[in-house]
């Protein structure tokens, strides 16, 4: 089975805080990729980063970066000094690769205050 | 470019009415994926056709629920008969390849639908 757990359901923080969103997730597949997104109030869905399941490589992109386990299976997501357009939806999303579709986490609404 | 477009953006129905949801897809893109997201959840897989064939439609949550691409481009969501567990938002999706080349779906900007 798939799945995906994101265990805030919000987060509040004040602007240039550093904020960490985690994700932990299932699978039996041994080939995936792992995904956050973001959902701005204006409802699509925006591609932030992609993980292979081959590659624990824990990278930095401007502000974001992430850190993948897959010891823990977790694939957690930060951004640094965070700024009040951060303010959205962020969800974690598994794709195994031998199946057909994303699994999505039920999503964590970050409220970035000024 | 553009990106993906869906009409209506906000639909309400009456309960039993029929509703049809467009989806134009990013140009070029094989891949089109429906999902349904409900209020504070995350998207949840309804169907997938890689160009005009549908390839895993495991997600429709019953038989009132049929999609289509015919010239695998634009793709047309319907559902039959809406009952008010069908409200959500219905978003698309599209891919530049395959599936299992794990690229990155984007997304259009989701179809709320409403049913009293």
């Known amino acids: 089975a ?3 757990t994101q265990a805030q359901t919000e987060i509040s923080v004040v602007e240039k805080e550093d904020v960490t969103l985690d994700c932990v997730y299932e699978t039996r597949d041994t080939t995936y990729y792992l995904f956050w997104y973001k959902q ?3 409802g ?3 591609f932030l980063i992609r993980r292979n399941s081959f590659d624990e490589q824990n ?6 970066s992430w850190n993948f386990q897959k010891s823990t299976s977790s694939f ?3 951004i640094t000094a965070s700024q009040v357009v951060d303010s959205a939806v962020y969800f974690c999303a598994l794709f195994p690769v031998y199946g ?3 699994v999505f986490g ?3 609404r970050l409220s970035v205050l000024p | 470019g553009a990106g993906v477009s869906q009409s209506p953006r906000y639909k309400v129905a009456k309960r039993g009415q029929d509703v049809a949801l467009r989806c134009d897809p990013i ?3 094989v891949s089109l994926f429906w999902y349904q997201q409900a209020l504070g959840q995350g998207p949840e897989f309804l169907t997938y056709f890689q160009n005009e064939a549908q390839l895993d439609k495991s997600g429709l949550p019953s038989d009132r629920f049929f999609a289509e691409r015919p010239e695998g481009s634009v793709s047309t969501l319907k559902i039959q008969r809406t009952q008010q567990e069908d409200s959500a938002v219905y978003l698309c999706a599209s891919s530049l390849a395959g599936t299992s080349s794990g690229y990155e779906q984007y997304f259009g900007p989701g179809t709320r639908l409403t049913v009293t």
Request: no cysteine.
């Open chain 1, 44 to 46: 699509e869905l925006v």
């Open chain 1, 100 to 102: 057909q579709n994303f």
């Open chain 1, 76 to 78: 957690n997501f930060t």
């Open chain 1, 2 to 4: 798939q799945k995906v």
């Open chain 1, 40 to 42: 701005p109030p204006s």
């Open chain 1, 59 to 64: 990278e930095i992109s401007g502000r974001y």
């Open chain 1, 106 to 108: 039920p999503g964590t």
């Open chain 2, 27 to 29: 140009s070029g893109h």
